[in-house]
């Protein structure tokens, strides 16, 4: 069965770090495309980071750039997000999304087929 699920979210204090795992089944990481999204109350499912399957090309939203990083391990089949300078805008559930097939990876949430349940994030100033 094919599905995907995150961890490492956790409550931090602004400018701190933390680092969420996507972990896959029935696929391969490096199979496919998969990117990182965020929801948060009254606002817009947003994409924050993917990473394309064959030369691992990431995109990155410019609200995250120069704060977040993604990168995979394809020997324990995992996907991470990296985030540090953590702000409280950056509250959410976090989700992680796959998808075959395509060019690249986009941050556009509409190109993505397997999603796991997400991992909340909290940020307090």
């Known amino acids: 069965q094919f599905k995907v699920v995150e961890s490492g979210g956790d409550s931090v204090q602004a400018g701190g770090s933390l680092r969420l795992a996507c972990a896959a089944y029935g696929f391969r990481v490096d199979d496919y495309h998969v990117g990182w999204f965020r929801e948060a109350p009254g606002k817009e499912r947003e994409g924050v980071a993917c990473?394309?399957?064959?030369?691992?090309?990431?995109q990155y939203a410019e609200s995250v750039k120069g704060r977040v990083t993604i990168s995979r391990d394809n020997a324990k089949n995992e996907v991470y997000l990296q985030m540090t300078g953590l702000k409280p805008e950056d509250t959410g559930l976090y989700h992680c999304?796959?998808?075959?097939?395509?060019?690249?990876?986009?941050?556009?949430?509409?190109?993505?087929?397997?999603w796991g349940l997400g991992t909340q994030v909290t940020v307090s100033s």
């Open positions: 999304a796959a998808v075959w097939g395509g060019d690249a990876c986009s941050t556009s949430a509409t190109m993505y087929e397997y």
């Open positions: 990473i394309s399957f064959d030369r691992g090309n990431k």
